[in-house]
């Protein structure tokens, strides 16, 4: 059962040995405007198959406008985005989103039952989810039994791990966390930072996260950049982020 | 009592729309005693309204006797015009005409269509222009009502509608709750007054029919034929609009551009 968790060979990806060796994402000069308003500035990063790297920055940096350019939620001004070494423009955006997951701030959970939702991604693609995978899924994000509980019903950790859980489903090369624990009281904050230290462990996943917690970002994360008012303004390790971070406060 | 005063039926009837106004605005001069100003936008609506309706009274009588295809004319100007209305009802939504435009002019067109190549509606101008008219002016309100409403759906779902297209979702997969939500909306009107034919109210055409002398029964029935077309331009209609204005949420990339428009317009 839980074979059908781990990353599974997949002919759209390199080897995965050593682990490191791949660019998983890289931005070139990537850029985002709303009206005359820039949000993204120039932007240029590699990041590395495996890595996972914590983006920090103050409120309004536009850390979560650069998320939203990796799996093209939103559309570069200029600039663009490669995943191993495609530019994803030449990627259909359903078949791009699926590559590149992402757990959001709020879960956003569809109404129905959580295996409903676990189901919603692999559907999009013909795939319809076994109900041991449901169970294997849950089991992954310490939710055993919850496939036919009502969204309605969860707390929010419980949903957070839901969404999780969701955006695991379509077994993700590269997985966008923008603040998947702000919402939470510090106890749930705990218990999804632990699970998420261990899934994008095991599973070897490149992860991009934006995260306020200066622990937390030490705590998961092998790199950090530092982006203010739109721009990347370091990169680097996650204690000397966090340092250029507090000179900026 | 007016009758009384004015023997004259052209100054009969010019009383009669004083008076009427005169009343009007009463009303709106007693809610501005409650702190509530309508006093400007009441007579400002009075006067466009008598002015609407009497150019389109004369220009009936220049159509009643003319040839048909002028009545075609008069209906689809008054098509485009429900498009631009219902259009300005809309907000955020790029492009939003083109959608108003195709939806009233194909849901309402198609059911005038079929309803005169049926015999249902006669092809004279004296009963194609009121009915079509009528059909029109649905058209426009239910394409207003479910486009508003399908706006309003998706502004207060973007975590939902981006949550699903994150996963890799088609845009049509993640907006069919908000769709469905629009069309059943815009439609409950038209399914109200079907329901309440006849119990709450005595529709236009009807009282119209038998003010002028027709049997009630005739009356009724032609009352519930109309109703019934009212109600399937309504659902022709609030299914267009659903179906145009999704190409008009998203970008070719499938991106929500709904979102960045509220967000530039803050």
Redo the contacts between chains.
Sequence with gaps: MISTLTRQTDSRLPPTTPSHRYTAIETRNLSHSVGDKVLVNDVSLHVRQGEVLAIVGPNGAGKSSFLRLLNRLDEPTSGTVLLYGHDYREIAPRDLRRRVGMVMQSAYLFPGAVAENLRFGPRQHGQDLAPSEIEALLEQVGLEGFAGRDVWHLSGGEAQRVSLARALANQPEVLLLDEPTSALDERAEREIEALLTRILSDQHLTALMITHDSAQAARIANRAILINAGRLIFDGSVQEALHAESTLQ | MLNQLFNDPIALRTAQVVGAAAFALVVAFLARRQGIHLQREAAIALVRGITQIVIVGLLLTFVLGGAQWLSAFLLLGMMLAGAVIAARRTKHIPGILNVTTRSILVGAGLVIGIMVALGIIDRAPATLIPVGSMLIANAMNTTALALDRFRAEVESHT??I?????????PS?VVAPYVEAAVQASIIPSINSLRSLGIVWIPGVMAGMVLAGSDPVLAASYQFVVVAMLFATAGTTALLCTMFVRSHVF?R????TLR?KV??SK
């Design positions: 975590g939902q981006e949550a699903g297209l994150a996963l890799g979702a088609a997969a970008s990339a499938e991106q929500l960045t967000r530039e």
